[in-house]
């Protein structure tokens, strides 16, 4: 395997790719459903599928003492197949990128986006070991559907029950 597939294999699994990928595709078809037309929900699929990318590096990232520690297989942080500088750069990339992405929505969409971002990005850094840690993990699901909702003309809100039933799929990963 070469040294460019090797990383990008490494990138993909520090990722947490099937978290990553699921909630893009949640969020894909919830722009679907809403009526977006297919380049607005190729645009905020790849705007949420971004931003979970970068939330998947900030965790193994944070979490790689204590994976190489562990002995953690499947952590390519911790076992020295993906250098942390690589880590950071692509969170360094694909965090604003996402942001930037989802102003094709509308400012805020990608306010509603940043917000959820931030809340993750809490979780990465140290709300997960506190009694608080699923905190994050509802406020983000629950800004989902208003990441989208709020990409429609007029910038509607969506109904508080969606919004409380996205919150309510919250489960943190393991990290």
Do not use: C
Not at 91 to 112: E, F, K, N
């Amino acid at each position: 395997m070469t040294t460019a597939a090797a990383m990008l294999r490494a990138l993909v699994l520090a990722s947490h790719p099937l978290p990553a990928l699921a909630v893009t595709l949640v969020t894909a078809g919830l722009a679907a459903s809403a009526g977006r037309s297919a380049p607005g929900v190729v645009a905020i699929a790849f705007a949420i599928l971004l931003g979970q990318l970068s939330v998947g590096w900030l965790n193994d990232l944070v979490d790689a003492p204590r994976d190489a520690q562990a002995e953690r297989a499947g952590k390519p942080l911790a076992s020295g197949e993906l250098h942390p500088a690589i880590a950071s750069a692509a969170i360094a990339l694909a965090a604003p990128a996402a942001v930037l992405l989802t102003l094709v929505s509308g400012v805020p969409a990608a306010l509603a986006h940043l917000a959820a971002l931030a809340s993750a990005w809490a979780y990465d850094l140290g709300v997960k070991s506190t009694a608080f840690s699923v905190a994050p993990f509802a406020f983000s699901f629950g800004m989902l559907p208003a990441i989208v909702s709020l990409g429609q003309p007029g910038a509607p809100w969506p109904p508080l029950w969606l919004m409380a039933a996205a919150a309510a799929s919250a489960a943190p990963r393991t990290s």
